[in-house]
């Protein structure tokens, strides 16, 4: 039971939304596309619903070929960005109608129908609010029972088309935590697709990193974080800084100070070395290159710097509040010592 | 985004622009509409019901009726599907079309009658052919009927047009991938998404179709009992200054047209939740 895409081609008019994509999902697992707006996430996504056909290449699941069949015999459960909840009809109508729109011996009967409705009412906690319309309820409800929606005609895979897009921050995390709660409890395969990397590493088993069309890498969450295959995929999974050196073997010069370097298909030679905010160290008198402090955020779990080497380029730097930060203040000039950095091709 | 109706001097000025359009409105509509009602009962009940019992007159109205009951159902399913095709599929010549949906609109009536004319008439293209086969297109029944459906085809399909394009396909693509085949898409989902446009197209297509003059005059013949519609009726009364009988006439036709925009106006009342509910969403 999994779901397979191999070699998937597609190009619309002028230019390539998708070329030779290539992954598996594991039944029940929890898979993210991840990629920047342009990157051909949701076209992917439109091709596995069926709601559009790949140029090359095959969609099979379960060993079926999905490709000879249409959207509706693919039984996929999609939600949809903008929730496309049919505003006419009820809560408890737009769920059932995946059931209701059944021809007539494949119907489940009215009770059974109902009793369906009442179980997915209940499992997306809105139980009172079956005779409400679309337009009568909040974006978070909304989403949930488009959710639900999806969920009734027991679907193979479900597909989630940006969830959490229109939301606010706080309802977003909230409702990350229960998606990924009613994915743990129905098993069914689920594919969704965010530009947002918090959230696929927050909540996917395992990520697919899209850029212009390919797959950059696919990987678990921790595995991307750690080990990116990319200067595209480093960057795209967090706050980062750059600085010229001259890498040799396992090791960036920066001209005075060496630091361990994860080298990723680089040969020696000047190179830009990508370190994160937290792998810094800033000292008044150790190792690193001289650079000004423009600000300090000192607000929260860590303490956040703004700094300005002497060419100009702006660092992005965390660590924990300690004496040698506290008395920190925009405007001095300290020492910045990387402690690891990335080397791409 | 609704402005608050902020201090006073602007009420002031709201109130003057009311009293200006209310005094417009009064003038260009009422007035006509009054000095119809007053010129039609000027004789008292007795002529103005005489008059509308002549024969020739009972005849007018049922084919008038009987031409838009005809017009209007065609013009309604032709406009869904000019709607569908335009706001659901994007094709080379789409501008086109939408030019030609408004192309009644923006020619006289009267060349919409001579087109029938041109095609159907006894020295048009198919006239000869007509004659053979003992058909009658123009000057009777199905000639009145086409110049109608031409004249009135744009008010259902610009009503529906951009409601489907605001409301976009998504609903329509959640039911494909929730099962549902093209027409339990259609009859589940777009229709009950566009049936107030709809309506309101049908109403206003309607009003049109029963009082059309310029198109239904060509194609008619205005031959009394048989090919003459309400409006044409009231010009022949007119011009032979039977003004009472020509004015009763006109008051009907006002009367149908009120009926309708009554028609209209009672369902905007009754079904004004629904109708707020479907524009927020």
Known sequence: ?????????????????????????????????????????????????????????????????FLQLNARERRIGMVFQSYALFRHMTVADNIAFGLTVRPGKERPSKSQIKA?????????????????????LSGGQRQRVAL?????????????????????????????????????????????????????????DRVVVLKEGRIEQIGKPLELYR????????????????AAGTLRGSSVDFGGFSVPAIVKGAAD?????????????????????????????????????????????????????????????????????PTKVYVFA | MRARPAEAPKAAGAIGLSLVAVFWLGLIILLPLVTVLFEASKGGIEPFLAAVAEPDTIAAIQLTLLVAAIAVPLNAVFGIAAAWCVTRFEFRGKGLLLTIIDLPFTISPVIAGLVWMLLFGAQGWFGAWLRLNDIHIVFALPGLVLATILV???????????LMNDQGTDEEVAA????????????????????????????????????????VSVVSGHIRGQTNTLPLQIEILYNQYESVAAFACASILAGLALITLLLKSVLEWRFAGELAANRRH
């Open chain 1, 148 to 204: 639900a929606r999806a969920l009734a005609i027991e679907p193979r895979i479900l597909l989630l088309d940006e969830p959490f897009g229109a939301l606010d921050a706080l309802v977003r995390k909230d409702l990350r935590r229960w998606l990924r709660r009613i994915h743990d409890e129905t098993g069914v395969t689920t594919v969704f697709v965010t530009h947002d990397q918090e959230e696929a590493l927050d909540l996917a």
């Open chain 2, 152 to 162: 009135t085809f744009p008010f259902v399909a610009r009503e529906l047009i951009p």
């Open chain 2, 176 to 215: 494909r991938t929730l099962g549902a085949r093209g027409w339990d898409i259609f009859f589940r989902i777009t229709l009950p998404n566009i049936k107030w446009a709809l309506l309101y197209g049908v109403l206003l297509c309607t009003a049109r179709a029963m009082g059309e003059f310029g198109a």
């Open chain 1, 269 to 337: 030679g000047t190179a830009v070395a990508r370190f994160r905010p937290f792998d810094t160290q800033v000292s008044r008198s150790g190792p690193g290159f001289p650079v000004k402090v423009l600000s300090v955020l000192p607000a929260g779990a860590n303490l956040r710097l703004e700094l300005q080497g002497a060419d100009g380029q702006v660092y992005e730097t965390q660590h924990a509040h300690d004496q040698e930060t506290s008395d920190l203040k925009a405007g001095d000039t300290v020492n910045l010592l």
């Open chain 1, 1 to 65: 039971m999994s779901l397979t895409v191999s070699n998937i081609t597609k190009t619309f008019t002028k230019f390539a939304a998708l070329s030779n994509v290539t992954f598996e999902a594991e039944p029940g697992e929890f898979l993210a596309l991840l990629g920047p707006s342009g990157s051909g996430k949701t076209t992917l996504l439109r091709l596995l619903a069926g709601l559009d056909q790949p140029d090359s290449g095959a969609i099979a699941f379960d060993g079926e070929d």
């Open chain 1, 116 to 136: 369906k409705v009442d179980s997915l009412l209940k499992l997306i906690q809105l139980e009172d609010l079956g005779k409400r319309f679309p337009a009568q």
């Open chain 1, 227 to 242: 080990d990116p295959s990319s200067a595209f995929v480093f960057e795209f999974l967090g706050a980062n800084n750059q």
